[in-house]
């Protein structure tokens, strides 16, 4: 089991940057591939960025590529998402998981757990 708390968040405005954490326990996060994903309001979660373990590929939605990246800590056992540019269209609730199958990256189904999500908030 592996509980996920992240932190960050919060009211900026557009061109501006955030640097989201997430904090794991339970298990390291050096046995998980670990991904990022946002909920926009009347929106499902999208895919935002994912960090393999092993050789640590990263992989990202292309309207973001460029702007964030994400990384890992394992010492800390915490996963980072550090968004730069931000632009209105980023406003989400951004959520931390884990993935321990190893594939499926970008597929919601393929994470086994996730934290409780933090709100991003871009002004215009």
């Known amino acids: 089991q592996v509980q996920l708390v992240e932190s960050g968040g919060g009211l900026v405005q557009a061109g501006g940057s955030l640097r989201l954490s997430c904090a794991a326990s339970g298990r390291t996060i050096s046995d998980y591939a670990m991904g990022w994903f946002r909920q926009a309001p009347g929106k499902g979660r999208e895919f935002v960025a994912a960090n393999r373990w092993g050789d640590g590929r990263t992989y990202y939605v292309d309207s973001v590529k460029g702007r964030f990246t994400i990384s890992r800590d394992n010492a800390k056992n915490t996963v980072y998402l550090q968004m730069n540019n931000l632009k209105p269209e980023d406003t989400a609730v951004y959520y931390c998981?884990?993935?321990?199958w190893g594939s499926g990256y970008e597929r919601y189904s393929a994470y086994d757990y996730w934290g409780q999500g933090t709100q991003v908030t871009v002004s215009s």
């Open positions: 998981a884990a993935n321990s």
